[in-house]
């Protein structure tokens, strides 16, 4: 059916062709007529009939060249190569020739610069997993020293110097997780995770900011597991409590509470963060997740990467992520896990 279509619709493109065989046949008829009634009966069938298969010959042996030339001009399209080139432009007119050779020329340029731009890509991202990788080395002897040589200091120095080592280590760890999302090759391990066991290891690491601020933490986990990449979810959590910690207590109550908090809706897994801080103007919570974006209240040296990555990181994982916030009173950011 197709095919009759192809026919039908080059029969239409040619048309004019058509109709000036057909005046050509008609004045054939006409002098074959007036030769003689009888050669006219005998032969105007016969050149009718003759005139009528020539031109469906023509019409289909012209449909199947268009087709053939189309398929090559595909495969030249798909991989612009100097062979592909030449098929192509074997069953083109001159004008056609010389435009599929500029086209060969820009596209084999194209090429070559995105396989350039994708051979730095992935250098770069070699580096920074090489250089992340290679800066935990005396993350990891800091931490150490902090451990082991504590009592030594005095507690103004320890949580100056704790606080320095969590500083330098999510910095870190955000620019590992932003070149892992900006990857082409990405890799998850999913597993079943205890969310109580993660949101401790994550509170934990948090202990020193949360005393010093005195901030109340609640833990209200009505679902206890989830399937996901344990590694990334700690991450995500990790942005999260460090977005309230610094926000609780700015212009908040007297007793600052952080509630860590999990649920079941419609056979989705919910696990919220939630803070009574400054929380974010009705305007900006549009933007909360976008890259850089910081807000009016906040801190000079914050980077906006966080929130962003934890969007970025959701979305690989197929964790949804919205955010509630009423300005002055806190916010809650809130990660619902797939059905599985």
């Not at 023509?58 to 798909?78: C, D, P, S």
């Not at 770069?124 to 090489?130: A, D, G, N």
């Not at 679902?223 to 990334?232: F, H, I, M, N, P």
Request: net charge negative; hydrophobic share 40%.
């Amino acid at each position: 059916m197709e095919y009759i279509r192809r026919i039908w619709s080059e029969i239409k493109e040619e048309k004019i062709w058509f109709v000036i065989l057909m005046c050509t046949e008609l004045v054939s008829l006409f002098f074959l007529w007036l030769s003689g009634i009888e050669q006219f009966k005998v032969l105007a069938g016969l050149e009718t009939s003759c005139f009528v298969i020539i031109f469906l010959y023509a019409v289909i042996w012209n449909v199947r060249k268009e087709q053939k030339k189309k398929e090559r001009f595909l495969t030249f399209l798909a991989d612009p190569s100097e062979e592909n080139e030449r098929l192509a432009i074997g069953g083109a007119g001159n004008e056609e020739q010389e435009i599929l050779r500029e086209i060969g020329v820009y596209l084999r340029k194209a090429y070559r610069q995105a396989d350039a731009g994708r051979i730095q890509e992935e250098e770069y991202e070699r580096y920074v997993e090489l250089w992340t990788h290679e800066v935990k080395i005396p993350l990891s002897l800091f931490t150490l020293l902090l451990e082991n040589r504590s009592e030594e200091m005095s507690p103004t120095v320890y949580k100056k110097m704790e606080h320095v080592r969590l500083q330098m280590q999510s910095y870190v760890e955000q620019m590992l997780y932003y070149a892992r999302v900006k990857a082409v090759n990405k890799e998850y391990l999913f597993e079943e995770i205890s969310l109580e066991e993660c949101c401790r290891e994550v509170l934990d690491e948090y202990r020193l900011y949360l005393e010093e601020k005195q901030i109340l933490v609640q833990l209200d986990l009505k679902e206890k597991t989830v399937l996901s990449d344990r590694k990334s979810l700690c991450f995500m959590l990790s942005q999260l409590i460090a977005n309230s910690i610094k926000y609780t207590g700015y212009e908040a109550e007297k007793c600052p509470k952080l509630k860590i908090s999990s649920g079941n809706e419609n056979n989705r897994v919910s696990l919220s963060v939630c803070d009574n801080g400054c929380g974010v103007k009705p305007y900006e919570l549009r933007y909360l997740f976008e890259k850089g974006f910081t807000g009016e209240n906040s801190q000079k040296k914050s980077t906006g990467m966080g929130l962003y990555l934890v969007r970025q990181i959701g979305q690989e994982l197929k964790i949804e992520v919205e955010a509630v916030s009423v300005y002055g009173k806190g916010m809650e950011i809130r990660l619902w896990f797939p059905v599985v």
